[in-house]
């Protein structure tokens, strides 16, 4: 009888898939299946199923090919690229007495562009056609994919629903889109089902094998489970996992949980030692309104069992802290001492509660999420690590350890060139790092790069051979200019410190003379002969008259605390090909466009109001983060281009701004573009005038129906 059933409504299906619209009953998808969790369930093993496609825009559709629902711009018999959107909406599924449901496909992403061209989307039930799929108000549900490198690996993706949409009816849709270049987007195996993503009706009593002591997590991906209270959830990636309430230049309130699986905390026998819990992390965009420490928790429970709010949560007393770089380098969190209470539980979940309000989103990464016995038991290093006393740099002693490297020792040039590992074997503290030595080339240790001002500097370290092979080392710095060791000026070295040894650490000081503000990376290299490893421990940089050129050096007159709402550090650069990260649009007219301003992985943020064949009038600012001038001052940089000005006056049309406090004023540039083509140039605009000042830059472009430029920012810093 049951084989009957399923043969009939397996016909009835069949007769379904053409149409667009799909009556209830038939919406609801579990009927007539034994499986009561399955709600939607999608293979598109051989049709795109109960999924419809609706092109907006373009000639881009949804198809089924290789067993997938397949969607690209890139036509690879003709090589041409066609422009397009398209969604490919699924039926409705009833979410009426359902108390949580979460949506799971697999998936291969190629050429991938940008998230915002290939989304998982949500709304409330509705008719589908091509009018009210483009007037529905979505929601993204997923944003972030990962990018394959063939065609035969899948990953997986999976999203919580929110609860809002509890005892509705909704629809599920595949938003792809194709501008210039085309990804190709291929989905299979995509259901929706009942309960929270991770986790079981009935969980087998006990840990499994995995999750007894050590527990270790490198990317928070695999087993943990994602619980959003309300707005964005926290995306799990391959490497990391990232919760933020901003996208869209726009922000959502957000509180989302991320749950580990139940881990088994019961000593191992013999081992006296405490139950700690350690992970990595990088906190940035920390804004007013922001309750750093309430927004950012790590909490611990034995009674999880899917729902976060009916739960018991133990604070694990973590405190977060900001970026002090402002980038994007990930440090080892204070190690944290799970409570007696904790230990010894066969299943204690450990959950990173996010949250944000609508006026300001952080962004907050993870890794490498651990639960062991052992190791440090204190407060531990500072998850950022800064310069103290006279020295100009961080991290000198080498204690401060993330993803293998030392913090902040990593050139963004060519200058970091050998493979570092850290040593127990130290000059003070705990550990010094070990520099690889080979015959075949000089290797060198480099440390991020730093603008000084004019003056005498002294760099001292510590070193010692870390074999019997002994060992020698060389002191200098490189002059970096644009990320790039300048050619005509290159590297600068002092003598050579040779004959090292392994019973003795050797001093070794390198006195230079800086003329002007110069951005350097300071460098210990290991030459080639004897090309054996050595270790270096404890260096600093002093100085008498000089210092860092952002302020923050010996002058006492340069106080970091006057500027508390420094939200971006200086020296700050940005290349918009690639992020646009702190950065929002702030559309005034769009005089019936989707959009002026758009990112391009080719040409950087462009703003052009040129449409359908026509000039549109238009207004939209595109606006930075906020910076604060340094006394000494700040210059600003920015590559770009304008074309098809046609003879109008430039300054009616396009603008770089400053916005300072209550006021907004036109920044004079040293150079404008000819407006004529796509030919960039290089400009410069001094900041001295806001020296002490908190300020935004903003690039304001207007349009006509006379003219609607193009312009085009590639890249832009301040220093």
Not at 599 to 611: E, H, I, L, P
């Amino acid at each position: 009888m049951k084989k009957l059933l399923s043969l009939v409504c397996a016909a009835m299906a069949l007769v379904f898939t053409a149409c667009e619209d799909v009556p209830a009953p038939y919406t609801i998808n579990s009927e007539g299946s034994s499986d009561t969790k399955t709600l939607l369930s999608e293979t598109f093993a051989s049709s795109l199923g109960k999924f419809a496609n609706f092109t907006t825009d373009g000639g881009v559709a949804w198809k089924n090919s290789y067993s997938c629902a397949t969607a690209t711009g890139y036509d690879n018999a003709t090589k041409t690229t066609t422009d397009g959107t398209a969604y490919l909406v699924g039926p409705a599924v009833d979410l009426t007495n359902v108390d949580s449901a979460y949506v799971t496909y697999e998936y291969i992403l190629r050429f991938n562009r940008d998230q915002d061209y290939q989304k998982l989307l949500i709304a409330e039930d509705f008719v589908p056609n091509a009018n009210t799929v483009t007037s529905q108000t979505w929601e993204t549900l997923i944003a972030n994919h990962t990018e394959g490198s063939d065609y035969t690996t899948f990953y997986t993706a999976t999203a919580q629903i929110p609860q809002k949409y509890m005892g509705k009816k909704v629809r599920i849709a595949l938003y792809f889109k194709c501008e210039t270049n085309s990804s190709t987007w291929e989905v299979k195996n995509l259901k929706v089902m009942k309960g929270v993503a991770g986790s079981t009706p009935e969980p087998t009593p006990g840990p499994t094998e995995e999750n007894v002591l050590p527990y270790t997590s490198n990317s928070l991906k695999d087993g943990f489970t994602v619980v959003t209270e309300k707005g964005t959830a926290w995306s799990l990636g391959n490497t990391y996992a990232k919760a933020t309430g901003y996208a869209n230049s726009a922000t959502t309130p957000t509180i989302s949980w991320l749950v580990s699986p139940a881990i088994n905390t019961t000593k191992a026998e013999g081992n006296d030692e405490p139950v700690i819990v350690d992970f990595d992390y990088v906190l940035r965009y920390v804004g007013a309104g922001t309750d750093i420490t309430a927004f950012h928790k790590l909490y611990a429970s034995t009674d999880f069992d899917g729902d976060v709010t009916k739960a018991t949560w133990t604070d694990l007393g973590f405190e977060a802290v900001e970026s002090a770089t402002k980038d994007w380098t990930f440090y080892a969190a204070p190690t944290l001492t799970l409570p007696a209470a904790l230990v010894g539980q066969e299943k204690v979940y450990f959950a990173f509660r996010f949250e944000c309000n609508d006026q300001n989103s952080t962004t907050w990464e993870l890794k490498n999420f651990k639960v062991h016995q052992g190791g440090k038991t204190g407060p531990g290093p500072d998850p950022v690590p800064e310069p103290s006393g006279d020295n100009l740099i961080a991290n000198g002693t080498f204690e401060a350890w993330s993803g293998g490297e030392p913090v902040y020792w990593k050139s963004a040039s060519t200058a970091s060139s050998a493979t570092l590992s850290q040593s127990n074997e130290s000059h003070s503290g705990s550990y010094s790092v070990e520099v690889e030595g080979t015959s075949s080339s000089n290797k060198r240790l480099a440390y991020k790069e730093i603008t000084l001002k004019a003056g005498s500097y002294n760099m001292k370290f510590y070193a010692k051979a870390a074999t019997s092979a002994g060992g020698s080392v060389r002191p200098g710095y490189a002059i970096v200019e644009d990320g790039k060791i300048n050619s005509s000026s290159g590297y600068k070295y002092g003598d050579y410190v040779n004959n090292l040894t392994t019973g003795e650490w050797t001093e070794v000081n390198h006195p230079f003379t800086l003329s002007g503000e110069t951005t350097i990376c300071l460098l210990v290299m290991n030459p080639k002969n004897p090309g054996a490893n050595v270790l270096i421990d404890d260096v600093e940089l002093t100085t008498s008259d000089g210092g860092l050129a952002d302020g923050s050096g010996d002058d006492p007159d340069d106080n970091p605390d006057d500027n508390p709402g420094d939200d971006t550090g200086i020296p700050y650069s940005i290349n918009f090909t690639s992020s646009t990260e702190g950065w929002t649009i702030n559309d005034i007219n769009l005089g019936g466009l989707n959009y002026v301003w758009k990112q391009d992985k080719t040409y950087g943020m462009k703003a052009s109001a040129f449409y359908n064949s026509k000039n549109n009038a238009a207004e939209s600012d595109f606006i930075s983060p906020e910076f604060s001038i340094p006394a000494a001052g700040a210059n600003l940089s920015i590559n770009h281009a304008l074309n098809f000005l046609k003879g109008h006056e430039r300054a009616d049309y396009v603008a770089v701004q400053v916005i300072c406090g209550e006021t907004t004023e036109d920044l004079a540039l040293s150079t404008w573009p000819a407006g004529t083509d796509y030919t960039y140039v290089d400009a410069t605009a001094s900041l001295a005038k806001y020296a002490g000042k908190t300020i935004k830059i903003v690039f304001h472009y207007k349009s006509t129906t006379d003219c609607a430029p193009t312009w085009e920012i590639k890249t832009l810093s301040i220093q």
